[in-house]
């Protein structure tokens, strides 16, 4: 197996691991982001995140644990899991040529604030402000507002993520979010880098990414957790 198919399997962990390790905090054999970051931890012993999960509480109130198959343990006293998200993984085959109609402008810090907004507004629960450190953001203005946005999460050597798929509701179905992805998976493909991304089983979004070359590769879980 290559290592790229390996890093799928638990994409966080190997993200932690490689190109995302100085985002990395680790409690008891358990990866997490730095909470200002990302509120996302993974593992390789699904018996054996209990402890972690309490230490990691201490610093993020609300948090997630990735995983494909494993069901982490946690202590109740301690800890609440509010639910299990099913997700899926999809993967780049091969990209399909999609025309840009729209101005897409990479985003810097002074849009920090206005991604975060964006982002909570549309997808609450995922995104930090920091987040934006992950990897590049880019967004489609209109009348000087950012009205969509998608960026890049968790990357590795061999794999970068497209996510914050997201654009206001007074500005849908124009194609904003499928030109962005577009134009973001080319820049992955342009670092040689293989896209991937993330979503929740029935996603209407889905038939988006399929029409631009995504498949969807296997089963990916968010168990999300809250401290008591």
Known sequence: ????????????????????EK?????????????EVCPFGAFTDAANTAEAL???????DS???VSEFGIPTYDSNHIILNRKIEGCQMVLNSL?????????????????EDIYNLVWLVMPGYYRKRTFEMGE??????????????????????FVEVSAVVTHSDYGRRGLAKQLVYHVTQQILKNNKKPILHTTKGNAAIPLYEKLGYQV????NWWHFSRK
């Not at 290559?2 to 890093?7: A, D, G, I, V």
């Not at 309490?54 to 993020?60: G, T, V, W």
């Not at 967004?139 to 050597?157: A, H, N, P």
């Not at 590769?217 to 990916?220: E, F, K, L, P, T």
């Open 54 to 60: 309490n230490a990691y509480a201490k610093s993020c």
């Open 137 to 158: 953001y880019y967004g489609i203005f209109k009348e000087g507002k950012l009205v969509s946005v998608t960026g890049q999460r968790m990357q590795t050597d061999d």
């Open 1 to 20: 197996m290559s290592h790229f198919k390996e890093t799928l399997k638990n994409p966080v962990w190997f993200a932690l691991s490689e190109a995302h």
């Open 23 to 35: 985002l990395s905090v680790t409690y008891n054999g358990v990866k997490f982001y730095d909470p």
């Open 63 to 65: 948090f997630f644990l």
């Open 217 to 220: 590769a296997r089963d990916m």
């Open 96 to 112: 399909i040529e999609t025309p840009i109609t729209e101005t897409i402008v990479q985003l810097t810090e002074d849009d920090m």
